[in-house]
């Protein structure tokens, strides 16, 4: 049966793919404001329904719009996610063969690392074992400041993470190629970088720090979900996400941009 889609979730559709990702807040002020201009039925709690009706229009196309949480402030984020390509070849339109070989080795170093981090120095020296081409430093810094635009890395104090868009959209290419390295979070289940781990040799499960601040919340004796052992992290606090009642002006410009785009 082929599936009607009104403006609005055109519009909503537009929007996302023009941002790449949307932190959840963002999503539900978009939703919002496509279904009050073109007098779509609206709840406030009905964005993930609204979401699985594109979902059947793209279907076929093998694409989804999915839903993700960030490891590093555990709010939710919506990605439109290509099904067909699930690996890095999905870069190659955007990135020479050497841009990729760098992400791909600053993936190596990240995934390889205890905390989920690459630090800047590390990277750079990766240039220089490139097999493609090898970069200069000015050329790798752009590269790297690229990655860092597009949503596929962040940085942080000279720190490098795999950013929630690359998570998501590279989750089943890092499982496979990182299947012995990578580990689920085991209150969520979704790939763990940066996290807390067990302390108990025979365990070790991982935490995402957000879920431990949720899951170990307002407990005075910390136990282990899997082994019942001490649970000797530093409890963070929970992060929320501010209350949004009107458009930001970045979400407002996308929506806009899409639009014109759609009228040309």
């Not at 963002?26 to 009706?53: G, M, N």
């Not at 205890?114 to 090898?134: H, I, P």
């Not at 012995?180 to 040799?201: E, G, R, T, W, Y």
Request: hydrophobic content about 35%; charged content about 25%; glycine content about 4%.
């Amino acid at each position: 049966m082929a599936v009607t889609l009104f403006d609005s979730h055109r519009r909503f559709l537009q929007t996302i793919m023009c941002n790449g990702i949307m932190e959840g807040s963002k999503a539900k002020a978009v939703h919002r404001h496509c279904c009050e201009v073109y007098h779509t039925p609206y709840t406030d709690d009905s964005l993930d329904e609204f979401i699985d009706l594109i979902n059947s229009y793209l279907q076929p196309l093998f694409m989804q719009i999915r839903k993700g949480m960030s490891e590093d402030d555990g709010l939710q984020y919506y990605t439109l996610v290509n099904m067909a390509e699930t690996d890095i070849t999905r870069m190659s339109s955007d990135y020479a063969d050497n841009e990729l070989e760098l992400f791909r080795k600053t993936m190596d170093l990240i995934v390889d690392s205890e905390n989920g981090t690459a630090s800047s120095t590390d990277v750079l020296n990766c240039a220089d074992s490139l097999q493609t081409k090898k970069m200069k430093k000015k050329e790798t810094e752009q590269v790297l400041s690229r990655l860092v635009q597009d949503k596929w890395l962040n940085e942080k104090h000279g720190e490098y993470t795999l950013s929630t868009r690359c998570i998501m959209e590279m989750e089943q290419y890092i499982r496979n190629i990182y299947q012995d390295l990578v580990k689920s979070c085991a209150i969520c289940h979704n790939i763990a970088f940066q996290s807390q781990m067990c302390c108990n040799p025979s365990c070790g499960i991982k935490i995402h720090i957000p879920c431990a601040a949720r899951y170990y919340k307002g407990r005075v004796d910390p136990r282990c979900p899997a082994c019942s052992k001490f649970w000797p992290h530093e409890i963070p606090a929970i992060r929320t996400s501010s209350q949004v009642s009107t458009l930001s002006p970045p979400v407002a410009s996308a929506i806009s941009t899409s639009q014109s785009r759609r009228m040309r």
